[in-house]
C-alpha cells in the first residue's frame, strides 16, 4: 500500500530564509508525486508534480521539489521565504500505475508553515 | 475558464439527515474524485469517477454515495449524517483517465457541520 509521511506539522522561517518541508513516500510502484498548497478555508492549489523524466521540478511561486528514489523522498524547497508562504503544504503520491490503480491521491498530514517578519 | 466549482460552500445540518453536495468539474475534464478533510488532517479518498462510472472507492461506509452525471458534473450524498462526518468536503477534477499525470484540480470546497 502506498504511504505518505511529512516530517514535520509545524515549520517556522523567518521572511528570506530558505525553505524546506520534508516528505517521504512508500509505493510498491513508480509514483506520481505532487504538492499542494492550501490556504485558510480555501481548497488545495497545486504546486508542482512529478511524473516522469527530470528528478528536480521547478512549481509555480518559487518553489521546487527534487524526486530521489534511493532516498523515497520528495522534499519542498524554496531559496527565500514570503510571508504570503505561510500556508498548509501538502505532500501526496498517486497509485497512477499497475493494474486496477484508481488514480487516487494518498495524502500525507501536511505541514503548516509559518513564516516570521 | 471556470475552475472546479463546488455548492453549497457552507451548510449546517443536522444529525441523522441527509446532505447532497454538487460539483461541477473543469470543461473537459471526464474525472472527478471527492475527498473528506477533517480539521488538522490531509484528505482522504472516498470516490472516484470516470465517464460516469465508479472507478474507486475508498473505506467510507455505505451512507456515503455518489454518481455523475453526462456532463461529468458530479453529487456526493451522505445519508444518516453522524457528528464525525463534519470535515471539509472536497471536490478534484482532471484531464486525464485513471492514471492522471496531469495532476488534479480542487475546488474551494464544502464545510459541512452535523450538529
Known amino acids: 500500500a502506498q504511504s505518505v509521511t511529512q516530517l514535520g506539522s509545524h515549520v517556522s522561517v523567518s521572511e528570506g530564509a530558505l525553505v524546506l518541508l520534508r516528505c517521504n513516500y512508500s509505493?510498491?510502484?513508480?509514483?506520481?508525486l505532487f504538492w499542494y498548497v492550501q490556504y485558510p478555508n480555501q481548497g488545495l492549489q497545486l504546486l508542482l508534480k512529478?511524473?516522469?523524466?527530470?528528478?528536480l521540478v521547478k512549481g509555480i511561486n518559487g518553489f521546487e521539489a527534487e524526486f530521489k528514489k534511493s532516498e523515497t523522498s520528495f522534499h519542498l524547497t524554496k531559496p527565500s521565504a514570503h510571508m504570503s508562504d505561510a500556508a498548509e503544504y501538502f505532500c501526496?503520491?498517486?497509485?497512477?500505475?499497475?493494474?486496477?490503480?484508481?488514480?487516487?491521491?494518498?495524502f500525507g498530514q501536511g505541514t503548516t508553515l509559518q513564516v516570521k517578519p | 475558464d471556470a475552475g472546479v466549482t463546488q455548492s453549497p460552500t457552507h451548510l449546517i445540518k443536522t444529525r441523522g439527515q441527509h446532505v447532497t453536495l454538487r460539483c461541477s468539474p473543469i470543461?473537459?475534464?471526464?474525472?472527478v474524485s471527492w475527498y473528506q478533510q477533517v480539521l488538522g488532517q490531509g484528505p482522504q479518498f472516498i470516490f472516484q469517477?470516470?465517464?460516469?462510472?465508479?472507478?474507486g472507492r475508498g473505506n467510507f461506509p455505505d451512507r456515503f454515495s455518489a454518481r455523475q452525471f453526462p456532463n461529468y458534473s458530479s453529487e456526493l450524498n451522505v445519508n444518516a449524517l453522524l457528528l464525525g462526518d463534519s470535515a471539509l468536503y472536497l471536490c478534484?477534477?482532471?484531464?486525464?483517465?485513471?492514471?492522471?499525470?496531469?495532476?488534479?484540480?480542487f475546488g474551494s470546497g464544502t464545510r459541512l457541520t452535523v450538529v
Open positions: 478534484a477534477s482532471t484531464l486525464g483517465g485513471l492514471a492522471s499525470a496531469y495532476g488534479y484540480t
Open positions: 512529478y511524473t516522469t523524466g527530470a528528478t
Open positions: 470543461s473537459g475534464h471526464k474525472s
Open positions: 509505493s510498491s510502484v513508480p509514483p506520481y
Open positions: 501526496a503520491v498517486s497509485d497512477s500505475r499497475g493494474s486496477g490503480n484508481t488514480g487516487k491521491l494518498i
Open positions: 469517477y470516470y465517464e460516469k462510472e465508479e472507478r
